[in-house]
């Protein structure tokens, strides 16, 4: 088994348009696959990821209110208080 994957190591290691067809998938996946961790891991992804939660949350608000705001400003008011209303019911149920 040990040789098996030696052998495969070997063969991925070589151009593409070398290896079978049915290899390349495995190959291509498998150079996908290790080139991602190691930007994943040398580039700090999760502090990036979290600063990117963190803006994502507070920019929705101010997105939806000029969402709502264009849909009142267009003439769809009983369309906004629908919407206003269901959120209201989703978010409080009381």
């Known amino acids: 088994m040990y040789s098996r994957l030696v052998q495969l190591k070997r063969r991925i290691g070589k151009p593409l348009s070398k ?5 390349r998938w ?8 290790a080139h991602s961790a190691r930007i994943w891991l040398s ?4 502090r990036i ?3 990117l939660a963190f803006e994502s949350i507070f920019s929705i608000g101010p997105l939806a ?5 264009f849909i009142d ?3 769809q008011t009983t369309h906004v208080k629908a919407l206003a ?8 149920p009381s």
């Open 19 to 23: 290896l079978p067809l049915h290899l």
């Open 26 to 33: 495995i190959a291509a996946s498998y150079r996908f696959v």
């Open 43 to 46: 580039r700090d992804i999760f």
């Open 49 to 51: 990821g979290s600063g």
């Open 65 to 69: 209110a000029l969402g709502l705001w």
């Open 73 to 75: 400003a267009i003439g």
């Open 85 to 92: 209303d269901y959120i209201g019911r989703q978010l409080f």
